[in-house]
């Protein structure tokens, strides 16, 4: 009795250290066409993120990040990874940031892009990643088939809705870039970052009647706030074109005419 | 092969005699002969490696026999665009090699599950050189650096393997950052510091701070003796790992002010090394030169 005790201890010894899996929040299909899972998958969660991208895990945050999870495909030689950052909130915030607006849209989840070697998509608070390892294109419609395929039974989610106050003409859609946080700003554009501060949350976009310029929506706490921080710029504003709407100021970074975006935004919050 | 109009200044060569004079960290008169900049621009990364390095004197001016050396590099992101290239390492090591150092070794902090996800620690195995893990958890292996000059950073750790060798050679990959802007000779540092300072004491802060501190860390640690830059293939987008948009600059840049070589490769992301950031911060620090008009700088185009 004994002897069988301790063999069954020994054999759940043996199974312990064979390695169990992480466990994984993201359902990965066990293959998707002619692709395999290739190796286990792995995560990390909150604070995590830094062991997996280091200082690049501070942009994540700054949207919300709760969790990535990693799983590898292959099909022979070729090597296909799927990231899947899981959000606190919809995951278009990351994805305007990391898509570029010359990407090619394409068809799958709430939106997607794709160049050359990779795919970028959001569905509700998910962002996809899906790469290419070889970092080369050609498997473009491959990696459209993994998007439409992991997306398909995730709930889907909405714009922000700073997102749906900038007017539909003359925007470039492709350009817009909403942001968290002074991480994604400074990535746009320094001198954006440097006069507006003090926001909750800002919309970044281009126009198509004024390509060399770029335009802001800054929404604060409070219209007081937005005044308070309108008087902190304007001495200095140097080019930029600044107007307050409520809790919002609108800038142009190159002084472009604005009034566009303002009668939107009075129109879209009376 | 063309050369740009700065040409090195090959009549030093007649005071070749005065090398014994080549005290660490002081510019000999034979110093003088060799462009403090070399750049190799062409489609083959190891042709690229081995001109930067000869123009400078060739390795031998940098590692003598009998040496130890530590090699530092990017092993960030699975993709190329992200990670020091397999082809630019090994051509610094086949050169170390040659100059029949005593060892040499690449140090890190990075786990083996991160380093194993790109073919950069192949590339490691492959040419035969030790690889010094330095456990982030095991104190002994750590110690704490006072930065009194520093203008936030005021302390941080380092790896005690920094000052053990000889010859310090990095090879980093200039690419784009989401926190700090680009990646390059100075942000490489931060390889030096654990990742738990990384994080509480450079990035605690807004990436301006972080900027700075990249700056007040160079300040306080071992200046390279060398350094590789890689330009080849790198993100422009999204860094550090991608993925991201990538560009092909075909460069590889040889040179040992850290300063300098980023001011050189700044271009890349239309950045004005004179706004503030940390290749000015790291100037006012003293860890290198920003004007690129006082500097020697050689181009070449190897087919």
């Known amino acids: 009795m004994r002897q069988k005790i301790i063999m069954c201890i020994s054999i759940l010894f043996l199974i312990t250290l064979s390695g169990v899996a992480q466990d994984i929040s993201f359902n990965f299909p066990a293959g998707i066409g002619d692709w395999e899972k290739s190796g286990e998958a792995f995560e990390y969660v909150g604070d995590d993120l ?56 394409v068809d799958a989840g709430d939106g997607a892009t794709i160049a050359g070697y990779y795919l970028m998509m959001w569905r509700g608070k998910h962002l996809f990643a899906i790469t290419s390892q070889s970092g080369e294109s050609g498997n473009e419609n491959i990696l459209i088939s993994f998007a439409q395929q992991l997306s398909e039974n995730l709930e889907s989610g909405d714009i922000p809705e700073l997102v749906k106050h900038i007017p539909e003409n003359p925007v470039d859609e492709n350009s817009i870039i909403y942001c968290k946080g002074s991480i994604a700003l400074v990535n746009i554009s320094e001198k954006a970052a440097e006069f507006l501060t003090g926001w909750e949350e800002a919309v970044v976009f281009k126009s198509i009647n004024a390509e060399e310029d770029l335009f802001v929506i800054c929404k604060y706490k409070s219209a007081s706030a937005a005044t308070e921080n309108l008087n902190k710029i304007q001495p200095r ?20 005419d604005i009034d566009f975006i303002t009668k939107s935004l009075e129109t879209a919050t009376e | ?60 001016r940098f590692v003598k026999e009998g040496q130890t050396v530590d090699i530092l590099i990017n092993f ?45 620690q192949q590339a490691v195995e492959k040419a035969g050189v030790e690889f010094h893990h330095v456990p982030q958890e095991d104190e002994s292996l750590w110690e704490w650096k006072e930065i009194p000059q520093g203008k936030i950073l005021k302390k941080v750790r380092i790896f005690k393997a920094l000052n053990e060798s000889d010859v310090f050679i990095t090879i980093p990959k200039f690419k784009h950052h989401g926190s700090a802007r680009y990646s390059g000779c100075l942000k490489l540092a931060m390889g030096i510091s654990p990742r738990a300072d990384n994080r ?8 301006r701070d972080l900027e700075q501190c990249i700056a007040d860390l160079n300040s306080a640690i071992r200046k390279p003796d060398l350094i ?26 040889a040179g040992t002010d850290r300063v300098a070589l980023d001011t050189y490769c700044l271009p890349l992301f239309k950045i004005n090394p004179l706004d503030k950031g940390q290749v000015l911060a790291a100037h006012e620090m003293g860890c290198g030169e920003i004007d690129l008009n006082k500097l020697n700088i050689v181009e070449t185009e190897i087919a």
Do not use: C
């Not at chain 2, 090591?93 to 083996?112: F, L, N, T, Y």
């Not at chain 2, 509480?200 to 990436?207: K, R």
């Not at chain 2, 590789?228 to 590889?252: A, Q």
């Open chain 2, 76 to 120: 960030m992101g699975r993709i190329a665009a992200a990670h020091t290239g397999v082809d630019v390492f090994s051509s610094v090591v086949e050169q170390i090699k040659a100059a029949s150092p005593a060892k040499i070794r690449v140090i890190s902090w990075i786990e083996e599950n991160r380093r194993s996800r790109n073919k950069l």
């Open chain 1, 237 to 256: 504003k140097s080019s930029i074109n600044l107007k307050q709407a409520g809790p919002y100021l609108v800038a142009s970074i190159e002084g472009s």
């Open chain 2, 228 to 253: 590789v830059v890689d330009m080849m293939e790198t993100l422009i987008t999204n860094g550090p790992s991608g993925p991201g948009k990538t560009s092909s600059p075909n460069k590889v840049i």
């Open chain 2, 1 to 60: 092969m063309k050369f740009s109009r700065r040409k090195f200044n090959i009549g030093a060569l007649s005071l070749g005699s005065l090398s014994f004079l080549n005290i660490k960290g002081v510019k000999s008169a034979t110093d003088e002969q060799y462009p403090d900049i070399s750049a190799a621009v062409g489609p083959n990364a190891t042709k690229n490696t081995e001109h930067a390095i000869s123009q400078l004197g060739g390795i031998k």
């Open chain 2, 200 to 207: 509480g004491l450079l990035h605690a802060n807004n990436s």
């Open chain 1, 50 to 105: 830094f062991e997996y991208i280091n200082g690049g895990a501070e942009l994540y945050h700054e949207y919300g990040f709760e969790t990535v999870s990693v799983q590898d495909y292959s099909f022979g030689e070729e090597l296909i990874s799927v990231e899947v950052y899981k959000m606190k909130e919809s995951a278009f915030g990351i994805f305007s940031m990391l898509r570029s607006a010359e990407d090619q849209e």
